[in-house]
């Protein structure tokens, strides 16, 4: 069965350091994948998103995620985290274009300390 | 403004009461979801709907049902509520094509005591 796998469920930066979320997904094919955020007492918001071409993906707010299909990996990266990407960080697949539901991880708290 | 719209954000029931909850979208998307998500556990699809009376089950739908009678509207019931259904609840919508397109409610937090 098709699963996401996130590893870390907490991780805690210091303001300013780098930071890497790790996700590692099951499927025989090349899926769809995709990094949201939740916000304090919000829904998800959409971050990036990978279909194809360039494994690197640039997303808002300076995140960015690299695919690679040799790992089944999609970790999530930021140069210089800020108090403000503290957040639940969340790894999506989908095996279709359109029409399916997303699997979802279960989530990485990132903590960013002063 | 594209938005998902949840209703009630809270909610307080005791176990065996019926519960629904609302979700509405303004943005004509034909397809719509509804997630719980719980500690350690992500979201889990307890229910998709590709349109109009077009409902699927999800991962995990015993103790709910859906109804869906127009696009932009779609109700989460869960007809005498367990104690186990407390969660918090998401409902999401995405275009029929581009299903990477989802856009989140804010959820709706609901304790069955």
């Known amino acids: 069965a098709q699963s996401v796998t996130q590893p870390d469920a907490r991780v805690t930066v210091s303001e300013g350091a780098s930071l890497q979320l790790r996700c590692k997904y099951s499927?025989?094919?090349?899926?769809?994948l995709f990094w949201y955020v939740q916000y304090p007492r919000q829904g998800l918001q959409l971050l990036l998103k990978y279909y194809s071409g360039d494994p690197v993906v640039q997303g808002v707010n300076s995140f960015e995620a690299e695919f690679s299909k040799s790992n089944s990996s999609f970790h999530l990266q930021k140069a210089s985290v800020h108090w403000s990407d503290s957040a639940v960080y969340f790894c999506?697949?989908?095996?279709?274009?359109?029409?399916?539901?997303?699997?979802f991880g279960t989530g990485t708290t990132v903590s960013v300390s002063p | 403004d594209m938005k998902v719209t949840q209703m009630p954000r809270y909610l307080i029931k005791r176990m065996g009461e019926n519960v629904l909850l609302e979700c509405g979208q303004d943005m004509s998307h034909e397809t719509m979801y509804w997630y719980r998500q719980d500690p350690g556990l992500g979201l889990q699809l307890i229910y998709i709907s590709y349109d109009v009376d077009s409902n699927s089950e999800g991962d995990i739908p015993k103790g709910y049902r859906v109804s869906r009678k127009k696009r932009e509207h779609f109700s989460l019931i869960l007809d005498s509520a367990k104690t186990n259904q407390t969660s918090v609840y998401f409902c999401?919508?995405?275009?029929?094509?581009?299903?990477?397109?989802?856009?989140f409610g804010s959820g709706t937090r609901l304790l069955v005591i």
């Open positions: 999401a919508s995405s275009p029929l094509w581009a299903n990477s397109d989802y856009t």
């Open positions: 499927y025989s094919a090349t899926p769809y």
């Open positions: 999506a697949l989908s095996l279709y274009q359109g029409g399916r539901a997303l699997i």
